[in-house]
């Protein structure tokens, strides 16, 4: 059978095994000399197996290698299993608990049994010593297996969960032997249920828990890339936390890949971990005891896919014996998905049932698995490892394929499927072309509009090619220097080819209205990024009125100028008018996009923050709510976009001035933050954007050292990204200025806050309100130290020179100008204050 186990003499073995246990060990070798007759060799095995049984109490746990010996693993599982197949989770008894309520180890302290497991058990404990508050999850070695070995197995997982460093994986926090001599493990505790029944109890539908298995994926992916291969994937260790995170557990099997020898051998740890696994999610390999690699994972994760998309066990719904689960998994082809839905033994009422789990019908759900999920999770499944995906990565690639209804690797690459995908992707253009190729064979109008069609494809294409010329030849003379008194070597800034290339537009895009304007929304965006909003906003109006006039007042172009221009005026503090024309363009994408588009909820996204700058903080909040709702819906978590409305909420919240808002403010911040490293690595503006959301928090909710210590090691690299001089430098500046003031490090703030105001003074102008913002911080401070008339005079200063409406409406209730308060100066300036950002708020 090519090196695969003899399932017959399996049988026979299970079967003497069973009837040895059921009878007094005195009695057993008389019953074996009978029955084995002259098969020494069969005698042998099962009195090699009843010695293990003696000593081990359990198969599970035996250093077993030879595939007779998985029969007897297998009657354990299965009989902890439920009917079926799906879990091996073992009950928790007083005699086998390692630990005890309320007994400390290190600096926490037990709290409650979680689970147990063939290796230890798992306790909830709580963050004692007082240093912060956190829950964690304890996991100790039995102590019936301390003295045996298997330490080295249990330090073994330590060192790899140390390694490993991904949001979907649990965390290792801490280490160390209990005044008992156990040795445990500290572990990020994960408060949530098993991924199916997750999926189950949400009723997520096909797509969805495709989307939730590539978190999955990606975690195993990152395991494989540290050379580590999990073997022990199964619904029970991957959790699912009420907000929809994944995160896998135990890796007390894992095999590193390179504690290999050049041979192939495995080393005496893997030898000894190569039966502790889940034989319902274990791939054939670890049955035949052939080479364990990458494969196979990708074949539990198949399995794991296979139960969350139709709800059974590849090898089928009926429970099994130990030999036929066996032949199943070594032997068996299983069911294809989009049949097995519909071919449960149970009848029909389990059909509905399972299909009304994944919110559809089962004809439905069959339909849907057919084709590509059929294909990708069968490669996934292959006997031979070798015909299997060659990674984690591709298998995922292939489910992202399937999401955006791509062709996928796993099948032939024929001219008849690709039409198939492309007609997928396209439901409207091909729905067009089918009209335009019967009204063809109609008669001669059909010849007459297919040959008008490909004229337009052909002239829209020499449009093109001419747009292409015309920005390549505009890129390049941007670059030219035409006066040569003008020419210093490499020294030409930037800034100096952007604003000649600004002022070249018309004269050099003169004859094509749609490709001047496109540049100009293209430039404004490049102005509007370094911070320099008057020329943004120029640009950026004089493309939507040219788009306007040449596209129309609801063409996506003309939307996106109007967008920006919107954006702009925002940031300038002109916010009436900038709300105005973001709402515009909000319900002219709703009507022209529609509401889901992702344009339309970026739109959603920038209004509200418009009204959040407001303080208009209810109506900002409800809005954000629904952008993000969205965005989670129609892109995930992990979307960009979605991670950039996640900062915009955060910064919602935390601007509202209420405590409790702070606190699922900072909650939401650090959980995304790991997403956004991940995502778009630690040096991404977006993650940079998230960390300064945190730092901002965690300075109002007064802990300033790691505000200030996040702060630090972040503005280098902010400055590295963007410059010194841009607008959200100088933001993250003030930012470390403030919680250095409230530290009471006025020295070093007000540096901070001088060195801000000089680069805003030089930039911006004096009159702009940033530049009247960092003078009135200064006269904040002065105030702080008690130095009254230097506040005052900052203060007027500030007022002079345009301080900011927001500003200048509340500095009569700010702290830090207190001990102004009852000056007849001080009373004047705010009555001063009040009527400017009265008659700013008008002119808006």
């Known amino acids: 059978m090519d090196g695969r186990p003899d399932v017959e003499r399996w049988k026979r073995v299970d079967a003497l095994l069973q009837a040895a246990l059921r009878v007094p060990p005195s009695e057993q070798n008389e019953l074996l000399l009978r029955e084995c007759g002259e098969d020494s060799e069969l005698l042998v095995e099962v009195r090699s197996l009843l010695a293990e049984h003696e000593e081990a109490g359990t198969f599970l746990e035996t250093p077993a290698i030879r595939v007779a010996e998985f029969a007897g693993e297998l009657q354990e599982h299965l009989a902890l299993a439920r009917p079926g197949f799906m879990e091996n989770s073992v009950t928790v008894t007083p005699e086998k608990a390692v630990g005890t309520r309320g007994q400390p180890i290190g600096p926490y302290t037990l709290i409650s049994p979680v689970g147990q497991g063939g290796m230890g058990s798992v306790w909830l404990a709580q963050r004692s010593d007082g240093r912060f508050e956190r829950q964690v999850a304890v996991k100790f070695l039995h102590a019936s297996l301390v003295g045996q070995g298997n330490e ?30 156990i040795p445990y493990l500290v572990l990020e505790y994960v408060e949530g249920g098993h991924i199916d029944r997750y999926c189950d109890g949400q009723r997520l539908g096909v797509s969805a828990r495709v989307r939730l298995f590539l978190d999955v994926a990606g975690a195993v992916s990152h395991a494989h890339a540290n050379l580590i291969v999990h073997r022990d994937l199964k619904p029970s260790n991957v959790l699912v936390s009420k907000d929809g995170e994944v995160k896998l557990l135990d890796f007390g099997i894992a095999k590193l890949l390179e504690g290999q020898g050049q041979d192939g051998m495995a080393t005496m740890l893997t030898m000894q971990a190569g039966r502790a696994m889940t034989p319902q999610y274990a791939a054939p390999e670890q049955i035949t005891d052939a080479p364990v690699t990458t494969a196979t994972d990708v074949y539990s994760l198949g399995v794991l896919l296979y139960v969350l998309l139709t709800g059974q066990h590849p090898a089928g719904g009926r429970t099994l014996s130990p030999a036929e689960l066996v032949k199943a998994i070594v032997e068996t082809e299983p069911m294809r998905l989009s049949e097995a839905v519909t071919s449960i033994k149970e009848g029909e009422d389990a059909a509905a049932t399972r299909a009304a789990e994944r919110s559809t019908t089962p004809q439905k759900l069959r339909a849907t698995l057919r084709g590509d999920l059929d294909t990708i999770v069968a490669k996934a499944l292959k006997k031979n490892a070798q015909e299997r995906y060659g990674s984690v990565t591709a298998f995922a690639e292939d489910l992202r394929h399937y999401l955006g209804s791509e062709p996928i690797a796993a099948r032939p690459d024929t001219f008849v499927y690709r039409a198939e995908k492309f007609a997928r992707r396209n439901r409207m253009a091909v729905g067009l072309a089918t009209l335009a190729v019967v009204a063809l064979i109609g008669g001669l109008t059909g010849t007459m509009i297919q040959a008008r069609t490909a004229r337009r494809q052909r002239d829209a294409a020499i449009r093109e090619r001419d747009r292409a010329t015309q920005i390549a030849e505009f890129m390049t003379n941007s670059f030219k220097v035409s006066d040569p008194r003008q020419a210093r070597g490499n020294t030409v800034t930037a800034r100096e080819i952007l604003d000649r290339s600004s002022h070249q537009i018309d004269s050099s895009l003169a004859k094509d209205p749609q490709l001047r304007a496109h540049m100009m929304f293209v430039m404004g965006q490049v102005y509007d990024n370094l911070g320099l909003f008057p020329p943004a906003l120029s640009l950026a109006t004089r493309a939507a009125d040219l788009q306007r006039q040449a596209l129309g007042p609801e063409d996506p172009e003309t939307l996106s100028s109007m967008t920006l221009t919107g954006v702009i005026l925002v940031q300038q503090g002109k916010f009436a008018e900038g709300e105005r024309i973001l709402r515009q363009s909000l319900e002219a994408r709703r009507r022209v996009l529609g509401p889901e588009h992702p344009d339309t909820v970026r739109s959603m996204d920038r209004l509200a923050t418009d009204l959040s700058l407001q303080n208009r903080l209810s109506e900002a909040e409800q809005l954000e709510r629904e952008a993000l709702a969205t965005s989670h819906r129609i892109h995930g978590p992990e979307d960009p976009d979605t991670l950039l409305m996640t900062n915009s909420f955060v910064s919602m919240l935390w601007s509202s001035g209420d405590p409790t808002r702070d606190a699922e403010a900072e909650k939401l911040q650090r959980e995304v933050l790991p997403i956004e490293r991940k995502v778009f690595g630690p040096e991404h503006p977006d993650t940079l954007n998230g960390t300064i959301n945190l730092a901002s928090i965690l300075g109002d909710e007064g802990k300033y050292d790691e505000s200030i210590a996040m702060i630090r090691d972040v503005l280098p690299i902010w400055i590295r990204a963007y410059g010194p001089e ?14 250095l003031e409230k530290q009471g490090k ?99």
């Open 152 to 181: 080295d197995r249990f330090t073994r997982e330590g060192a790899i969960l140390g390694r490993l460093a991904h949001p979907h994986i649990a965390e290792l926090i801490d280490a160390g032997v209990s005044q008992a001599g």
């Open 726 to 739: 841009n607008h959200d430098t100088l933001v993250v500046r003030n930012i470390l200025a403030v919680d």
């Open 746 to 844: 006025y020295r070093e703030a007000e540096a901070m806050y001088l060195e801000t105001r000089d680069i805003q003074r030089r930039v911006l102008g004096p009159d702009d309100y940033r530049t009247a913002t960092s003078t009135y911080n200064l006269a904040c401070l002065a105030a702080v130290q008690g130095h009254r008339q230097q506040a005052l005079d900052l203060l007027q200063e500030a007022i002079d020179h345009g301080l900011s409406p927001i500003a200048s409406g509340g500095i009569d209730n700010d702290d830090d100008l207190k001990s102004l308060r009852g000056d007849p100066r001080f009373i004047a300036m705010v009555a001063r204050a009040r009527q400017n950002a009265g008659a700013t708020q008008k002119n808006n």
